[in-house]
């Protein structure tokens, strides 16, 4: 059985009546309600409210973004003609007419006098303290660079590019290209060449902003014969801006950051149309080339306003701090952060030193107040027994969040116990495709364990089953029936979109079916299985592959782990379960059973795997999701140069393993 058809009795955690009432997306509900037609909150039932909210958010979606766009004060410079022209998916059209720029907007606490010198970014790497750069700074160098990036005849629509880890430069370089109305891709300096070719090839940048080189795990990585690749590669470049990240001086041809950015100037903001190129993502391209996922400046204004203003509750007095890199679309989530006045932590470093506990380090030197993080890192810090609870300040802190992966019930506890009581724990789950979540953290509704809190607003989530029928309390696929602002616009060079629609929309036409298995419960909370591609259906029978992990990596024994389900030619089906063993375990007979046992009594007898394979380590796409598609290939028989991009992971020789044992398999 699956945690949704299990509910708790009752919740892990839920916020008091003063922080229900604190809450910005209670204000921004009272204020719907008289403004636009939004219903009345119901008195004393929160989860009523909320309910009530965002059924009337999606099945009115002009009058909720009208809001949304109003309360957060959205600068349009030319009026729209109307909220939602064409709404058909894909190609549902957003406020056309409207012109606007997210940088403005992302920099406007910097017109505020009395914030001016407030921290606008906050950056730490393993070496040194946090290092602040406030809102007057980060205009100054914004308006610098932006009138550089002019110079250098950098244009609207023109591709601007960056191989930088998580540093302020980032954010800056990000700013100054849509301030220009420029397009932004990145790339974080750990992938090699190919990997970034594969992804910058495709759009053809015309400047290139680079590090010499990055600091990760107490060791610095020099990265200046990549950069030489790059540039060779990229016959588009007009530019290349060294960011001297190790010290290095800048290689012949280069321009240098400092000389880019030191000018006192004030940015100039280019008025774009609503659905304007904002920055350029990429899929994981675990079997091909990365797709590369176009999303506008408007759309993404609109989404990351109400995902971070309403649903983070973020305003001017917090702290926003996740850990990611700028090759997942959850740094361009993190920079948004300065949408709200919100202060931004970036960290530049490993996320496990000098110790696990890293990251609660660093949550508490900058005193964050939301932090997010991954699951398995969470899951990481329950097995090396960290306590960051006791050995933290962490009194700051009032939510962590967590994605990546579903976060497993004993996350949940592990959270509960370990971090805090009182601490909102917001599991959340989207994508890449729309840079934003569908469903997740809800500041005014209770915790389940195992469970997220609420589809978002302004998000039409639905489960359906294979016919397209609408399910509760059951695994269907994970579809959205009307847009989002987020949803790409295009894929780059797709011309005529067949991509774009084979990527979302072949199984149900006009539909987005996103490739999770998902179950809505009848309390509104939200439970994800993994992908729905890799699903594992047995006996017709589908079941996640996340309950598994969860089951399996409660034991010390088991590091990590990687089931798959492959269909066979003769009809049948099997079920191999890998793992990765904690150090000093050995995969002999009893833990063998104690594996098959700890599922069979956490889930079913149909759960329990008809192998178990001791594997030397996991293999991972370079933003860290397990490789559960490319390897169900592979054991099905398919080259590796055809089953998986060897660019988009980790450790390709990881994968030589199970190619062997699918050519095995097919020769019995």
Not at 483 to 488: A, G, Q
Request: charged fraction near 20%; aromatic fraction near 8%; glycine fraction near 8%.
């Amino acid at each position: 059985m699956t945690a949704a058809s299990t509910p708790p009795p009752s919740p892990l955690w839920q916020p008091g009546p003063d922080r229900i009432a604190r809450a910005r997306l209670t204000r921004f509900h009272t204020w719907a309600a008289e403004h636009h037609g939004a219903p009345a909150a119901a008195p004393g039932d929160p989860a009523a409210s909320y309910a009530a909210l965002h059924r009337w958010s999606v099945e009115q979606l002009p009058a909720f973004w009208t809001a949304v766009t109003e309360w957060f004060d959205v600068r349009f410079s030319t009026p729209h003609d109307t909220v939602l022209g064409d709404r058909a998916m894909p190609g549902a059209t957003w406020f056309p007419g409207a012109t606007l720029n997210y940088a403005e907007h992302a920099l406007r606490t910097a017109d505020d006098p009395g914030r001016v010198l407030d921290p606008a970014i906050l950056h730490v790497d393993e070496r040194q303290e946090p290092q602040a750069v406030s809102w007057l700074e980060l205009r100054r160098r914004v308006g610098s660079l932006a009138a550089e990036l002019r110079r250098l005849g950098v244009r609207p629509g023109d591709r601007v590019s960056g191989y930088l880890p998580n540093i302020p430069e980032a954010a800056v370089a990000l700013l100054a290209t849509a301030a220009v109305g420029g397009v932004w891709t990145s790339c974080a300096p750990d992938f090699g060449a190919r990997s970034v070719l594969d992804r910058f090839q495709q759009v053809e940048p015309v400047v290139l902003f680079a590090v010499d080189g990055y600091r990760y795990g107490g060791k610095e990585h020099d990265r200046t014969q990549t950069v030489a690749e790059l540039r060779a590669e990229l016959p588009t470049l007009r530019a290349v801006v060294h960011v001297p990240l190790l010290g290095t001086p800048a290689p012949d041809g280069a321009l240098t950051w400092d000389s880019l950015t030191s000018a006192d100037v004030e940015p100039v903001f280019e008025q774009v149309p609503f659905d304007h190129p904002l920055w350029v993502l990429y899929s994981s391209g675990t079997t091909g080339l990365p797709k590369a996922i176009v999303q506008s400046q408007g759309g993404i204004l609109l989404e990351h306003l109400k995902q971070l203003g309403l649903h983070c509750d973020l305003g001017p007095d917090d702290r926003f701090f996740w850990y990611t890199s700028t090759g997942w679309m959850m740094w361009n989530f993190l920079v948004s952060g300065l949408l709200t006045g919100t202060t931004v932590v970036t960290y530049d470093g490993s996320p496990g030193h000098p110790g696990t506990g890293a990251q609660w380090d660093i949550a508490e030197r900058t005193g964050a107040t939301f932090y997010g993080t991954s699951a398995a890192y969470v899951m990481a810090c329950r097995k090396a027994d960290v306590h960051p609870g006791r050995d933290n300040d962490l009194s700051a802190l009032r939510c962590v969040a967590t994605t990546g992966s579903p976060l497993p019930p004993d996350g949940f506890r592990w959270l509960h116990e370990e971090a805090g009581a009182d601490l909102w724990i917001a599991s959340v789950s989207g994508g890449t495709d729309v840079c934003s979540c569908f469903a997740g953290a809800v500041p005014t509704l209770p915790v389940h364990i195992g469970e997220l809190q609420a589809a978002c607003l302004g998000t039409d989530l639905r489960s359906w089953d294979p016919q397209g029928k609408p399910l509760t309390d059951e695994v269907g696929e994970l579809v959205v029936t009307n847009p989002m602002p987020s949803m790409p616009v295009r894929f780059w060079n797709d011309p005529d979109g067949s991509r774009y629609r084979d990527s979302y929309f072949e199984m149900f036409p006009g539909v987005w079916r996103h490739g999770d298995w998902i179950t809505l419960t009848s309390r509104g909370s939200v439970v994800i299985h993994g992908r729905s591609d890799s699903t594992l259906n047995r006996q017709g029978v589908r079941m996640g592959s996340a309950d598994i992990y969860e089951a399996v990596e409660r034991l010390p024994e088991i590091r990590e782990s990687l089931v798959i389900g492959v269909e066979e030619p003769d009809g049948g089906y099997w079920m191999p379960l890998f793992v990765h063993l904690a150090p000093g375990a050995v995969l002999d007979e009893a833990l063998t059973d104690r594996v098959k046992r700890t599922i069979r009594s956490s889930l079913s007898p149909r759960h329990v795997p008809d192998e178990i394979i001791e594997i030397p380590a996991v293999p991972h796409t370079l933003t860290g999701k397990r490789l559960e598609v490319p390897v169900k290939r592979l054991l099905q028989g398919t080259p590796l140069d055809k089953a998986v991009n060897p660019g988009s992971v980790d450790d390709v020789e990881l994968l030589r393993a199970y190619e062997r044992l699918g050519r095995e398999r097919a020769r019995r």
